[in-house]
Antibody, heavy 125, light 111 residues
Framework: QLQLQESGPGLVKPSETLSLACIVSGGPIASNGHYWGWIRQPPGKGLEWIGSIFYNGNTYYYNPSLKSRVSIHADTSQNKFSLKMTSVTAADTAVYYC????????????????WGRGTLVTVST | QSALTQPASVSGSPGQSITISCTGTSSDIGAYNYVSWYQQHPGEAPKVIIYGVSNRPSGLSDRFSGSKSGNTASLTISGLQAADEAHYYCISYTTTNSLIVFGGGTKLTVL
């Protein structure tokens, strides 16, 4: 059973780059069975999808509203994937979850089946 | 403002059934069967309870069911239990630029 665990700094200064990693256990990230992605949730608010990638990086989906500031990469040698978000502001303060999306016969399944526990990132001086 | 509209709160007594609606448009819920529902307890990660409009993950109680009519999806929880008290979110694929749209969430209170 796949398990995901987020890691990274809990505090980032405005205008800097947010960097998080998601450690995958219980199976290889280099799998045709899943996409690997990120979702965030500002404190007390709803969910926002950031993006998802296939392990080889050839196929990816990003939230258009964040695409210009976001990149997601997979590291098959360390069985993890990462999120980088540039030029952060207080509006980027949120709990960041890594999550998987299954691949079906029709491709990306557009739902999130396995989630990490989440990590709170605060953007502040 | 969320792209999908959910009631802010619903409530029910143990043993009863409740339904949570999720209203979108012909560009999202009405377009494809890519509606999913998530349960989130305080301080925990969301957990998928319905995907593809009406499919349950393996091992999930059949007290949870999903359906869709036109541009509105629905989540029904039967035989309410105290453990069902949580926030519930709907998500849908959309043909618009956003790709994925979310509901604002519904707080279920078990009286």
């Amino acid at each position: 059973q796949l398990q995901l665990q987020e890691s990274g700094p809990g505090l980032v200064k405005p205008s800097e780059t947010l960097s998080l990693a998601c450690i995958v256990s219980g199976g290889p990230i280099a799998s045709n069975g899943h996409y690997w992605g990120w979702i965030r949730q500002p404190p007390g608010k709803g969910l926002e999808w950031i993006g998802s990638i296939f392990y080889n990086g050839n196929t990816y989906y990003y939230n258009p509203s964040l695409k210009s500031r976001v990149s997601i990469h997979a590291d098959t040698s360390q069985n993890k994937f990462s999120l980088k978000m540039t030029s952060v502001t207080a509006a980027d303060t949120a709990v960041y979850y890594c999550a998987t999306t299954p691949v079906t016969a029709f491709g990306y399944a557009w739902y999130f089946d396995i989630w990490g526990r989440g990590t709170l990132v605060t953007v502040s001086t | 403002q969320s792209a999908l509209t959910q009631p802010a709160s619903v409530s029910g007594s143990p043993g009863q059934s409740i339904t949570i609606s999720c209203t979108g448009t012909s560009s999202d819920i009405g377009a494809y069967n890519y509606v999913s529902w998530y349960q989130q307890h305080p301080g925990e990660a969301p957990k998928v309870i319905i995907y593809g409009v009406s499919n349950r993950p393996s091992g999930l109680s059949d007290r949870f069911s999903g359906s869709k009519s036109g541009n509105t999806a629905s989540l029904t929880i039967s035989g309410l239990q105290a453990a069902d008290e949580a926030h519930y979110y709907c998500i849908s694929y959309t043909t618009t630029n956003s790709l994925i749209v979310f509901g604002g969430g519904t707080k279920l209170t078990v009286l």
